[in-house]
């Protein structure tokens, strides 16, 4: 168990639709990091997010945002979803959000996002 | 931008013989390098990384991985494969000043008994 929590573990919904992705980091870290996982795309990352503010952003559509809150659960939301939205989402957490010791991540098990 | 690859999309092997499982990088500057392992429907999980220092690097389940700079190369091995290593692997790289990380395409280990 990575102490990362992700909720719901699975999703299915309709095109059009919203949803809110759920991320609980590890007890003590201040970084939350978004990564889509599909077949096609391979494994990407979306949002960085440390004490509350975003540090970095990758791939994100226009139609996500996420944030962070101050109890440091962050949330993934996802709009006018498409049938290509559908994949699995990720959270990870780490302590900082940079640093010269190459800090590893730690990883949830994800949510399953099924869009119909 | 720093971005890794993984050129196979399977590796097969049998039990008890070495694995390796490649991976390049393209990095500007020191390569923050970092292996992942995936099993299945669960998260992924760190089993090593290389800042500096020893090209042999150490890590979690009896894996290590060998860095060449010249070749610009960043390789998993293990001795002695098992079948619980089945999994998926992915490379990973960090991509500028934040932690955030930068993963290649995954690798499919298939151990046979």
């Known amino acids: 168990d990575s102490g990362v929590t992700q909720t719901p573990k699975h999703l299915i919904t309709a095109t059009g639709q919203r949803v809110t992705l759920r991320c609980s980091p590890r007890s003590g870290d201040l970084s939350v990091y978004w990564y889509q996982q599909s077949l096609d795309q391979g494994l990407q990352f979306l949002i960085q997010y440390y004490n509350g503010e975003e540090r970095a952003k990758g791939n994100i559509l226009e139609r996500f945002s996420a944030q962070q809150f101050p109890d440091l659960h962050s949330e993934l939301n996802l709009s006018s979803l498409e049938l290509g939205d559908s994949a699995l989402y990720f959270c990870?957490?780490?302590?900082?959000?940079?640093?010269?010791?190459?800090?590893?991540?730690?990883f949830g098990s994800g949510t399953q996002l099924s869009v119909l | 931008a720093q971005s890794v690859a993984q050129p196979e999309d399977q590796v097969n092997v049998a039990e008890g013989n070495p694995l390796t499982v490649k991976c390049t990088y393209s990095v500007s500057g020191n390569p923050y390098l970092f292996w992942y392992v995936q099993y299945p429907n669960r998260g992924l999980q760190f089993l090593l990384k290389?800042?500096?220092?020893?090209?042999l690097v150490k890590g979690s389940y009896g894996f290590e991985a060998e860095f060449n700079k010249s070749q610009t190369s960043f390789h998993l091995k293990k001795p002695s494969a098992l079948v619980s290593d089945s999994a998926l692997y992915f490379c990973a790289v960090r991509d500028g000043g934040y932690n955030k990380l930068i993963f290649g395409a995954g690798t499919r280990l298939a151990v046979h008994p």
């Open positions: 290389y800042i500096t220092g020893d090209n």
């Open positions: 990870a957490s780490s302590v900082g959000d940079r640093d010269e010791v190459g800090e590893k991540l730690f």
